[in-house]
């Protein structure tokens, strides 16, 4: 008998639309992959009730939400996982925020909470935490994690001043109407906390993490930082002790030759350091509703074959936080530029304080 999973989908905006449309194409070679048949039982869109109506549908297996925010997603991805229901979200804000809640509450009840695109959208940056480094010890992820000050910041270096380069990202369709979290530094620093909270095995927040954006700098920075061979981008990066932890997003000069200074449009790269594996480099799209909707698939896929192995509704392994561990800056330990002082100069070395196994206080 085959085993049939259904799937209810919260919001059908950019990127519950491409999610929808996704299942509809991939309906086929998912079933062929795994041996499962998803289908799409409702698509909520008008509102809480209508949302909760849907998660309590019998037939709903598997709950994706595309909402966002931290309001109304929170208390319907905390109801679907209280009711027994697998949960894929693509929000940062809400496991940045919340994940440790969730996650424990997802362990408690016996089901999964994946989140791939809420990290990287199409980078597979949690997945290789998850599962590819789950033998090893990870202790420092950094990267250019937010595409919209990427796609800012190569404008302003071409000779457009930032509030014309913020227009045209808006016009593409990088950055929202109201840009704040991405110029902010809110955006890195939700996706910081989200690899932190699952790369250091610990319940640390967003609101933890000092940060700060892309407001400041001006088109003339941007050009002379070129011209001294440095790019500006808005870098997050957090490494770990036996005792604490280090983390921060800011605008840095990043050398030219480097893969952070590489990004363009709305990339983002990462790096991730372990023990075992060394440093690994991983590099994609990170915004956009097929970016998006491709992460979320592939969770689906990962989510389905655990329930047919199981025979049931499935049982999925998720993670367990240790006690929020004390944060503190980063970048303070940065080298700065007498022609540009503003502004840290990354170097990789940072990573590396782990070594020394003391934690410093800010």
Request: proline share 4%; with cysteine.
């Amino acid at each position: 008998m085959q085993l049939t999973v259904g799937i209810g989908l919260l919001g059908h905006g950019t990127v519950g639309g491409a999610v929808s449309q996704s299942l509809k194409e991939n309906a086929e070679t998912i079933e062929r992959r795994t041996g499962v048949r998803c289908q799409l039982r409702g698509i909520a869109t008008r509102g809480a009730g209508d949302a909760r109506a849907l998660i309590d549908d019998p037939r709903v297996d598997v709950v994706i939400e595309t909402i966002g925010g931290t309001t109304d997603a929170a208390d319907l991805v905390e109801h679907a996982l209280d009711r027994g229901r697998h949960v894929i979200t693509a929000n940062k804000d809400l496991i940045a925020t919340q994940g440790p809640r969730l996650i424990a509450l997802a362990a408690s009840r016996g089901v999964g909470l994946r989140y791939e695109a809420a990290a990287c959208s199409a980078v597979p940056v949690v997945r290789t935490i998850h599962d590819a480094l789950a033998g090893d010890s990870v202790y420092a992820v950094a990267g250019v994690l937010n595409g919209t000050t990427t796609s800012i910041l190569s404008a302003m270096e071409e000779g457009v001043e930032y509030a014309d380069a913020l227009s045209d990202a808006q016009e593409r369709g990088y950055a929202e109407t109201d840009p704040a979290s991405d110029v902010a530094g809110l955006d890195a620093a939700h996706k910081l906390a989200l690899l932190v909270q699952l790369a250091f095995e610990t319940a640390v927040i967003s609101p933890r993490i000092r940060k700060s954006g892309i407001t400041a700098v001006t088109r003339p920075e941007a050009q002379q930082a070129m011209s001294l061979g440095y790019r500006i981008r808005l870098v997050a990066a957090a490494t770990r002790t036996p005792s604490g932890a280090f983390a921060e997003v800011s605008p840095a000069l990043v050398p030219l030759a480097h893969a952070f200074a590489q990004a363009t449009g709305v990339e983002n790269v990462v790096r991730i350091d372990a023990r075992g594996a060394g440093t690994l480099w991983l590099r994609g799209q990170g915004a956009g509703g097929a970016a998006s909707a491709s992460p979320i698939l592939g969770d689906l896929v990962t989510l389905v074959r655990e329930m047919a192995r199981a025979g049931d509704r499935g049982r999925s392994i998720v993670p367990r936080f240790d006690p929020a561990m004390q944060v503190a800056p980063l970048f303070d330990a940065l080298p700065r530029l007498e022609s540009l002082p503003q502004y840290p100069v990354w170097n990789d070395a940072v990573l590396d304080i782990h070594n020394s196994g003391e934690f410093i206080h800010a």
